[in-house]
């Protein structure tokens, strides 16, 4: 399947004017997630809020990667938290709680006025710039309108685009979308799996044995290029410490997929996920490289692809970026986008950079802020 046309900005977030209903609700600056998490998870229960912007998901990432200093930009009407946002500040940068191993960022709101009463408060603090990104374009199309607002200098752009595939219809409708040539490879490995032994494929939730799934998967996952590029799970304690934790708390939360492919209880292919609010989020995945003439993660993906057709899911998101692998089982990209604003007199060289050189600039702030 050939690389798709990236798609375009979805519509803005409907808003009211700057006096709608949360113009005036307070705004607070909270430093600890713990002390939020019970209402940020009501919160983002009421908005539907993927896993990557919840507390069990932000407090491990900060334990693991965070530096500089927490900023939970959060607002309040009438004393229910209606909008927060994860932020860090450092160097006089107030910048996402996010980083490569973050599929998706963004803000969390009960409704648009609430996100745009936040968005209007994220830029009123004091910072030389503020730079988000991993956002869907609707929520930068937000923080636009706030900097327009205010007559505050602005930079938006495309980050990444990222392959889903949207359920509906019957599996094997859906596979008769695919490439012949996908499914002829894939029947081929599959007979030559079943000549070695018996294949057997699981997805667990972790409830029982978590340690020990994990302890299986996250060398699979760790092994070949990932290693060598240090990527990988398991590239330092700190980032196999974060895995673990997140895992944990999804596994509390029933969200937590592991699935592996055996033989003869062996395995061969691993892939971590979350199954949450009808969706499958694929997060990690690998297997044994001195067994890929059998292409077991492929086999691996078509099988858990599968299951979300059978279990009535909405969609199954690959996350991360348009890679061919990817591509070959589906078009549909979900684009993501970063955003800058600038604070004058400070921040102005920063804009002019964006403005004045190669896009690029505007990726690099956005990474290494």
Do not use: C
């Not at 959060?74 to 946002?85: P, S």
């Amino acid at each position: 399947m050939s690389r798709p046309p990236l798609p375009p900005p979805p519509r803005p977030i409907p808003t009211s004017s700057p006096n709608a209903r949360h113009a005036n609700a307070a705004v607070e600056v909270d430093r600890s997630v713990d002390r939020l998490a019970a209402e940020w998870d009501e919160l983002a229960d009421r908005a539907g809020a993927p896993p990557f912007v919840r507390p069990g998901w932000i407090g491990p990432w900060w334990t693991a990667f965070g530096t500089g200093r927490l900023e939970i930009v959060a607002l309040r009407a009438e004393g229910r938290l209606v909008a927060l946002v994860p932020l860090r500040r450092s160097r006089g940068v107030l910048a996402a709680a996010a980083n490569t191993h973050t599929p998706l960022f963004g803000l969390v709101a009960e409704d648009g006025d609430a996100a745009a009463a936040l968005a209007r408060a994220v830029l009123a603090r004091r910072a030389r710039r503020v730079s988000l990104l991993y956002m869907r374009s609707v929520e930068v199309e937000v923080f636009r309108s706030a900097a327009g607002a205010i007559r505050r200098p602005s930079a938006a752009g495309y980050l990444e685009a990222s392959p889903y595939v949207e359920i509906s219809g019957s599996w094997e409708d859906f596979q008769k979308g695919l490439d012949s040539k996908l499914l002829r490879d894939l029947r081929r490995r599959r007979r030559r799996l079943d000549e070695v032994g018996e294949v057997t494929i699981e997805v667990l939730d972790g409830r029982e044995g978590l340690d020990g799934l994990l302890d299986e998967g996250f060398p699979l996952e760790s092994s070949g290029w990932k290693a060598e590029s240090g990527t990988s799970i398991l590239s330092s304690p700190e980032t196999q410490a974060f895995y673990r934790e997140v895992a944990a708390w999804a596994a509390g939360r029933g969200i937590l997929r592991l699935a592996f492919l055996r033989v003869d209880g062996r395995p061969l292919a691993f892939q971590l996920g979350f199954e949450d609010g009808g969706a499958y989020y694929f997060m990690k995945g690998g297997y044994d490289p001195e067994q890929r003439q059998f292409a077991a993660q492929k086999l691996l993906v078509q099988a858990v692809l599968e299951g979300a057709f059978a279990s009535g899911l909405r969609s199954f998101e690959f996350l991360g970026e348009d890679e061919a692998w990817k591509l070959e089982w589906t078009d549909a990209l979900r684009r993501l986008d970063l955003f800058h604003a600038f604070r004058p007199p400070l921040g102005l060289a920063e804009w002019a950079a964006v403005r004045l050189g190669p896009w690029k600039v505007a990726r690099v702030l956005a990474t290494r802020s």
